[in-house]
């Protein structure tokens, strides 16, 4: 191992470090100290990523692949975590439960969540996401005393190994038709051997359980209880660390094997006609407004597909510049009932019905909240408007007009349920706005968040040119 | 230079307008009205340094944007941009005057939204970059859904949406068609662009060719609005407050004419030349079915809203009638049907206001109490069913004299509609004005009369002097005639 | 001096914006001075002009601007002034002074003065551009502007909704004329490139042969609009209704002038209807038919004013029928006499009713002569006007000479006459039945108030123009001064009609024998023997055939059943839009498919596994299929 | 030592799979449920040590050692889970967990 390997290696070593010593402190039960810690690592982990630039790409290990495109994603992991983690702080502030643990398994999962973007090789992609999962586990069903949290946990257990089982399956039966567990081996194998029927089931295994992750149609039905049962924060954490990891690397995986290629684009194609229009039309009438958000995600990476689907460059990029965007719009939502729901026991303030005139009662958290939704939605001067123009770019690029259609027809419906929430808020008379007590970091995050979505919605290419020279490099 | 102001200035208009809110309603106003003032300047500022360049144009403005993509931030003015944003704004300021006594809470937002739809809808009349265009398409309805959504009648959370849903349908379905366009035009990936004369003759043939041109029409019909694409258009109309009405109907419409002449026809000459019988018979059959539902309405103000339906229908049949004669027709008919149906939407608006009620079966004998208000309804019913004189006579002759030729068959039903145009402009007349008086409140106060002042001399300028609009919308209407005439 | 001809319509325009827009401001007697004195002064122009004009017979063109350029459609803002438009100014603005002088005093104290007298003015400044318009677009703004000012008077007392009903019938129907006119223009303009009238005349004659589809069909859209307008067969059945108007707006609007637009209209397009022989055997037949129906529901109508108005329909019905056996001076001449005798009906039952408390029905009507002396000789004179007389009224020589031209004109020309000469029976027997009712017999209900100047001075000069207005032209037999023909000529060129003095002697003779029997007729069933009218209508059939008459022989309601009812029973069964529904059922589906995706959502961890299991399955099945 | 034919181990894994994937289904109590999962898990762990045998490579008992550890964390998250459901709601019947859903 070089120097530059280390170097590339950096922001990962960073959380190597920064785990262990939040362990500690979460061990002396200090939980000031473990969220600070742990703050404090995925800001240096995510400062640590421009000297990882100066020497990507490069194969660290045969394990993980450092380049332009994993350090990307490994940004907006970090950028993410750090974002759920101070809006935990103002959530969890008068919760019965201990605190410091929060912050250790947030950190944990996100250092799963990065070697998952990173890894081309199975071994790295099983481990990255199995820490990822009991991470996310724990988080899920972190709440004491209360049942929503244990259901959505058990469920999310026993699905996850469900899944995992199924996936690894599929590895398996890859591994003993090319003898390769990296994608470059399995590729070159494929590439002398041509495909079979084996490795046909063997593709459709994998699929199946990263569609799972990704809580694609027929996969999805964890999602919105998943969604309802864990605290809002973590739930914005699952939407956007967990999912958009596993994207990253079906991304990879797509991009190195022949697995989105002929009968598996057909596949894929299949899935994102279904996810798109299933996710929209669950979320319709929902008057959960998790449980909505979460089908709102599913419909997300239902459109996200398509960016496989076109595959290339041109996937690539709007893959990144869209989960870019759908981190910003998800977070901003999940923390607006984030900051709604803070400081209080019990379960979030997630029923549509308490959302009625809170432009009036909270207009700053409800301008907010109108902003994510209408960027959700795809409107312009968000981040939104310029997600869905490169995803259907790339998708009619490549010609694969009924998931197009798809999404026309889903973003109508989806604009439904946004614009109904967006009503509701609307209702009612004006009434003089309630002062509360406000969490400062958690507003900071809501108003940096907010900032993001408007400059890089009206002024996108900046970050498009980034994105071009991180997917260009790898 | 100038032309990016045109639309920011009604956008920091609104921003600023919002910002005084705690300073009162007539600061709130007094900045609205301002903003347009200046930005009226502005457009006149730049008409007068205009020299005409080829086709017409009178100013442009490009720089880069978003390279990656190919879209750049191109702007460009011409006579017929010219001619609707004029409308825009004279609209706008009436709009702002007509709403002074109707909006009571949340004036500084209500103004917000109303300068920033006007601010889209100068933006759409200007964009040169499909992408831009399409940006400030969709920039537009969501100030106009809160205005509907917060401002608006009983059922207006319904309304609002189903507008949005609507537009936004068929805006989808354009991006769509616009991205194809881009993609299918370029000879690599590199050299892919947006802009306007990049891809004009760039429509690529078969079956392709007529999707695109589908996606395009569609959302342009669905503003327009062409039968059977409408039936957004009385729910947003009628449940919208009366400034959101007067928009929706005397410019938001617009956007959607401008859109099939601007874009549709001349992006693809050959489909929409072939597709021009459809895009007729749908004219037609909205000039019918849209006058005959206005007539039997029993809301006054959906019976209005219809009544737009009728009169776009004769923006459609001249657009595909596509010769000098129906488009000269076309842009008067946009101009003087923003004039009349935003004036009866004030004059309906008005009579809500103070009666509480927009049921005919209510209203009645007006005329004995408002004397005033009464007038002026009945000069715009009179200009509403083409009465030679007004604008909208010019405008729907013109529009029957260019399809004649084009169609004889679609122009001699489509006048068919001057007999329905009576019918339903009449029957508002009798059940508002005429009749016992049912109902009694006060007369327009001067500044209402001086908003309705202002409209009448509009229409009967139109109506008897056109041509300075004629001489100015001329050369842009130049690129599109013929591109499609059958 | 050809500007003056442009300057008439502006003074009644200038009269029309003054009370519009300050009416409420002038008073009583500012609103009359305005009012009345533009009109005024467009009559002393339009005589001044007369006098002109009748020293150098050239006609002017006068334009004011071009209304618009585009793409050679260039229609002028323009005025022609020659004979023919000559006579109608005269018509519209001597007969409008004295209709307008006349209401100054007989509108008083009503509380929409100035809406009355702004409406009129704006008539009067419509119908002049009418008749003097150049262009045909121009004509047609004019056309429609009267149409307007007709539906604004009809519906003048608005708080009653049947007057509404009946204005908005006034304008629905004529628009339904209006819109064939229209087609017209379009058709003329796209096949002659103008809508000059004199350019589109002979371009017109000179690219078109007799008998050419184009001038059969331009000609026949126009008639549709003159029938309209001109309220002829089958178009006819707003003008009864439209007497729900101030009388003097009857006299003006609904007797004098507007109505014989058409006639003006066709009488100006002449030579297009020369190109269209079929046509205009279709005009004959038109107003040979509406006469002869229209006189007998002149005979079964108990209401004064619809006596009148029927009437008009009939005798515009002789004027139709004229421009259809090509005479095209001689039904211009009806339509002057026909202005001045009806005009003076018109004011003179105005002036009854009034009197009677707005009484309309002629049976509780009787004995006015000794009370109203004035009115009845007033009556009287027109009503002998109308029943052409011989000798001492216009009505005479003017109907008489259209009757002698339809006789000339060959066998359907017979026909015609016949038609015409039953007509002459019917329209003594039922105006002097109204004159015998009204004005002899006992006093059924006794008159109040007296008669002012302003009401009287038009009477006066109205039943002095009755009177003498014919001799402006009068047959070979009786002095043969065919000055109205002459003044006509350069208009409608052509050879002059064979002279037969000593035929034209025997038909003119006959014509009036056939008169005066149709007014011994009235003497004898109204005055003698009064029973003997009811002794018939106790008989069913009787009966049945006058309720029939009465109703205007069911065309209203056949109309009502055939397209009024079916129409407006569709619009208000699809009033909330059968479209929507579709986008209904589409928003129905997908909050249906919500229902069921979200009844998969158990919450059953093992289902949801059962969902990955077979998801993974169809995966597999997809890929392998594929 | 007879080397054991790579297609009986899959099709020994398929079976073990197929077994595992009935069990989750069909059972309602929740430790059935885990047991299912592992016999799942451990399909896929054999089909990797058949894998690794076939191609003489050391990977697939690594992967398989990886396959026990990740199964051992989940039945001990797992079973840790199971414990306060049943601390809380007194059963251990999966469909009884389903109060989250629509």
Redesign the interface.
């Known amino acids: 191992m070089t120097g530059g390997d280390l170097t590339a290696l950096l922001p990962f070593l960073v959380m190597g470090v920064a785990v262990p010593a939040v362990t500690l402190a979460a061990a002396f039960r200090r939980p000031a100290l473990a969220a600070s810690l742990a703050a404090l690592g995925t800001v240096l982990a995510f400062a640590a990523l421009w000297p990882a630039a100066g020497v990507v790409p490069r194969q660290v290990t045969p394990l993980l692949m450092i380049d332009g495109y994993a350090l990307y994603f490994a940004g907006l992991m970090l950028a993410a975590t750090l974002a759920v983690l101070l809006l935990s702080l103002g959530y969890l502030h008068r919760r019965p439960e201990p605190r410091e643990a929060h912050s250790l398994l947030l950190l944990l999962a996100a250092f799963g969540a990065m070697a998952v973007a990173a890894s081309d090789h199975f071994?790295s992609f099983?481990?990255g996401l199995?820490t990822l999962s009991?991470a996310l586990?724990?988080l899920i069903?972190y709440a004491h005393g209360r049942?929503?949290p244990?259901?959505?946990?058990?469920?999310y257990?026993?699905l996850a190994?469900?899944s995992?089982?199924?996936l690894?399956?599929g590895?398996?039966?890859l591994?003993?038709r090319c003898?390769s567990?990296s994608f470059a081996g399995i590729a070159f194998a494929l590439g002398r051997a041509g495909s079979d029927p084996a490795i046909l089931l063997a593709f459709a295994l994998v699929i199946a359980g990263i569609g799972f992750k990704l809580s694609l149609v027929p996969f999805h039905m964890w999602a919105?209880?998943v969604y309802?049962?864990a605290s809002a924060p973590v739930a914005g954490f699952i939407a956007v660390v967990s999912k958009g990891a596993v994207f990253a690397l079906l991304l990879r995986l797509a991009h190195d094997t022949p697995l989105a290629s002929g009968p598996g684009a057909t596949v894929i194609q299949a899935i994102a006609v279904a996810t798109i229009l299933a996710g929209n039309l669950l979320a319709l009438l929902?008057d959960?407004f998790k449980?909505l958000l979460a089908y709102s995600s599913i419909a997300h990476f239902g459109y996200l597909l398509l960016a496989v689907l076109a595959g290339g460059v041109l996937g690539a990029e709007a893959a990144a510049y869209y989960l870019a965007a759908y981190a910003v719009m998800t977070l901003g939502a999940f923390g607006v009932i984030t900051q709604l729901s803070a400081g209080q026991a019990g379960d979030d303030i997630e029923q549509l019905s308490a959302y009625r005139g809170l432009m009036w009662r909270r207009p700053w958290l409800a301008a907010v909240l109108v902003l994510m939704l209408f960027a959700l939605a795809g409107m312009p001067l968000t981040m939104g408007f310029f997600a869905k123009l490169t995803v259907l770019m790339a998708g009619i690029h490549g010609g694969w007009w009924p998931a197009v259609g798809a999404l026309v027809a889903g973003s109508v419906i989806g604009l439904f349920y946004y614009l109904r929430v967006i009503a509701l808020m609307a209702a009612g008379r004006p009434v003089e706005a309630v002062p509360e007590p406000t969490r400062w970091a958690g507003a900071l995050v809501l108003a940096m968040l907010t900032g993001v979505l408007v400059w890089l919605g009206m002024a996108p290419a900046p970050l498009m040119a980034l994105i071009r020279r991180a997917t260009l490099g790898g | 230079m100038m032309l990016p102001w045109l639309i920011l200035v009604p956008l920091m208009g609104g921003a600023l307008a919002w910002a005084v809110q705690r300073a009162g309603g007539t600061a709130v106003r007094g900045v609205a009205l301002a903003a347009l003032a200046v930005d009226l300047a502005l457009v006149l500022a730049v008409w007068s340094k205009a020299l005409p360049a080829a086709g017409g144009w009178l100013a442009d403005f490009a720089r880069p944007w978003i390279p990656s993509l190919g879209i750049g931030l191109h702007l460009g003015l011409d006579g017929l941009s010219l001619v609707l944003i004029l409308l825009t704004l004279v609209l706008g300021i009436l709009a702002v005057g007509a709403s002074w006594t109707e909006i009571g809470d949340r004036v500084g937002f209500f103004h917000f939204n109303l300068l920033w739809t006007l601010g889209g809808i100068v933006g759409v009349f200007l964009a040169l970059d499909l992408v831009l265009f399409f940006l400030l398409w969709e920039l537009m309805l969501v100030p106009m859904f809160f205005l509907i959504a917060l401002w608006g009648h009983e059922d207006r959370m319904r309304a609002a949406i189903k507008f949005f849903l609507f537009t936004q349908g068929g805006g989808l379905l354009m991006l769509v068609a616009i991205l194809a366009l881009g993609v299918l035009a370029a000879p690599s990936a590199g050299l892919r662009r947006f802009d306007y004369f990049a891809l004009i003759g760039h429509a690529p043939g078969g079956v392709t060719g007529w999707l695109l041109m589908l996606g395009f029409f569609l959302a342009f019909a669905v503003k327009l609005p062409a039968v059977p694409l409408h039936t957004w258009l009385p729910d947003a109309h009628t449940e919208a407050p009366t400034a959101g009405s007067v928009v929706l109907a005397g410019l938001l419409l617009k956007t959607g004419a401008y859109g099939l002449l601007r874009f549709a026809v001349p992006l693809f000459p050959a489909q929409s030349h072939a597709f021009a019988p459809v895009a007729m018979a749908l004219g037609v059959a909205g000039i019918l079915y849209g006058g005959m539902l206005a007539f039997a309405q029993d809301d006054a103000k959906r019976l209005v809203a219809y009544t737009s339906v009728s009169h776009l229908g004769f923006v459609l049949l001249g657009i595909y009638a596509d010769n000098r004669l129906a488009l000269q027709g076309v842009v008067m008919q946009m101009l003087a049907h923003g004039l009349s149906t935003g004036g009866l939407f004030m004059v309906v608006g008005a009579v809500q206001e103070r009666l509480h009620t927009r049921d005919l079966d209510r209203l009645g004998g007006l005329w004995a109490s408002m004397p005033r208000l009464s007038a002026a309804g009945l000069v715009l019913a009179l200009a509403s069913l083409g009465l030679p004189g007004l604008g909208n006579f010019v405008g729907e002759f013109l529009v029957l004299l260019g399809s004649w030729a084009a169609a004889p068959a679609f122009a001699a039903i489509g006048a068919l509609g001057l007999v329905v145009s009576v019918v339903y402009a009449l029957t508002l007349v009798q059940r508002t004005f005429h009749g016992p008086a049912r109902a009694a409140a006060a007369d327009f106060s001067f500044g209402h009369l001086a908003v309705m002042a202002v409209m009448v001399a509009g229409l009967v300028w139109f109506g008897l002097y056109p041509q300075p609009v004629f001489d100015l919308a001329g050369p842009s209407l130049g690129a599109v005639a013929g591109t499609a005439a059958p | 001096m050809g500007v003056l001809a442009a300057l008439i319509p502006v003074l009644p325009l200038l009269g029309f914006l003054m009370l519009f827009l300050a009416g409420a401001r002038l008073g009583a007697r500012g609103i009359a001075v305005v009012g009345v004195g533009s009109v005024g002064i467009a009559a002393g122009m339009a005589l001044g002009l007369t006098a002109w004009f009748l020293a150098s017979p050239v006609p002017v063109e006068v334009s004011a601007w071009t209304w618009m350029t585009v793409d050679g459609f260039a229609p002028r803002i323009g005025f022609r002034l020659d004979a023919l438009s000559l006579i109608m100014v005269l018509v519209v603005t001597v007969i409008g002074v004295l209709i307008h002088l006349y209401s100054a005093e007989f509108m008083a104290g009503d509380e929409g003065y100035a809406r009355y007298f702004a409406s009129m003015n704006l008539f009067v400044a419509a119908m002049l551009v009418l008749v003097l318009a150049a262009d045909l677009l121009l004509l047609y703004l004019g056309w429609e502007g009267v149409g307007l000012c007709s539906y604004l008077l009809i519906g003048f007392w608005y708080r009653d909704p049947a007057n509404g009903r009946a204005a908005r019938k006034a304008f629905i129907v004529t628009r339904i004329g209006d819109t064939a006119f229209a087609i017209g223009l379009l058709l003329l303009f796209t096949h002659l490139d103008t809508t000059d009238i004199q350019a589109l005349m002979g371009r017109a004659q000179g690219q078109w042969p007799a008998g050419a589809p184009l001038a059969v069909a331009a000609a026949a859209l126009l008639l549709g609009g003159a029938i309209g307008k001109s309220a002829q067969l089958p178009l006819q059945t707003w003008l009864p209704d439209a007497m729900a108007g101030p009388t003097p707006v009857s006299a003006l609007i609904h007797a004098a002038t507007m109505v014989t637009a058409g006639i003006y209209l066709i009488a100006r397009t002449h030579a297009l209807f020369d190109l269209a022989p079929a046509v205009r055997d279709a005009v004959g037949a038109i107003g040979a038919a509406t006469l002869v129906l229209a006189a007998f529901s002149a005979l079964s109508q108990t209401d004064l004013k619809r006596i009148l108005a029927y009437s008009t329909i009939s005798q515009i019905g002789y004027m139709v029928l004229a421009l259809g056996v090509g005479a095209w001076a001689s039904a211009i001449f009806h339509l002057m006499t026909h202005a001045f005798f009806k005009a003076l009906l018109f004011l003179a039952a105005g002036v009854v009713i009034q009197r009677l408390h707005e009484e309309h029905d002629i049976f509780r009507m009787g004995g006015l002569r000794q009370r109203l002396p004035l009115v009845f000789w007033a009556f009287l004179i027109g009503a002998s006007s109308l029943a052409a007389l011989p000798l001492v009224t216009a009505g005479f020589y003017s109907k008489d000479l259209i009757l002698w031209r339809a006789w000339s004109a060959g066998p359907f020309g017979r026909a015609l006459w016949a038609a015409g000469i039953l007509g002459t029976f019917l329209t003594g027997l039922y105006i002097f039945r109204a004159v015998f009712v009204v004005f002899l017999g006992p006093v059924r209900t006794p008159p109040r108030g007296g008669i002012g100047p302003a009401v009287a001075v038009p009477l006066v000069v109205l039943s002095v123009l009755a009177l003498i207005g014919g001799f402006v032209e009068t047959p070979d037999f009786f002095g043969g001064v065919p000055a109205l023909t002459d003044f006509l000529a350069p208009v409608f060129p052509g050879p002059p009609p064979p002279g037969d003095p000593g035929g034209e002697a025997a038909a003119s003779i006959f014509a009036a024998l056939v008169a005066l029997a149709g007014v011994f007729a009235a003497y004898v069933a109204y005055c003698r023997r009064p029973a003997m009218v009811a002794t018939i209508l106790r008989h069913p059939a009787a009966e049945a055939m006058r309720r029939c008459w009465a109703a205007g022989w069911g065309f209203d309601w056949l109309y009502d059943r055939l397209l009024v009812r079916p129409l407006v029973a569709t619009a208000r069964a699809g009033r909330a839009d059968v479209i929507d529904a579709g986008f209904d059922a589409l928003a129905a589906f997908c909050r249906q498919s919500h229902a069921m995706l979200?009844r998969w959502?158990?919450?059953?961890?093992?289902w949801y596994?059962?969902w990955i299991?077979a998801g993974t399955i169809l995966t597999v099945a997809i890929s392998v299929l594929a | 030592m007879t080397a054991v034919p790579?297609e009986a181990a899959?099709l020994l894994?398929c079976l073990l799979?197929t077994l595992?994937?009935a069990g989750?289904?069909a059972r309602?109590n929740?430790v059935f449920?885990?047991m299912a999962?592992e016999i799942?898990?451990n399909?896929?762990?054999l089909?990797?040590v058949?894998?690794?045998a076939?191609?003489g490579?050391a990977?697939?008992q690594?992967?398989f050692i990886?396959?026990l550890t990740?199964a051992a964390?989940?039945v001990a998250?797992?079973l840790a889970?199971?414990l306060?459901?049943h601390r809380?709601?007194a059963t251990l019947d999966?469909?009884a967990?389903?109060?989250?859903?629509?």
């Open positions: 071994a099983i481990l199995e009991v586990l724990g069903a049942e929503r244990i259901e959505a946990g058990l469920k257990l026993i190994g469900f995992s089982a199924i690894l399956f590895i398996a039966l591994y003993l003898g567990l919105p209880d309802q049962g929902q959960n449980r | 979200s959502q158990t919450g059953q961890v093992r596994a059962a299991g | 790579p899959v894994a799979f595992g994937l989750v289904l309602r929740l449920i885990l999962l799942m898990l399909a896929a762990g089909v990797f058949a894998a690794g076939r191609w490579q990977d697939g690594v992967l990886v396959v990740l964390a989940e998250v797992g889970l199971v306060r459901i809380q709601a999966a469909d967990a389903s109060r989250l859903r629509g």
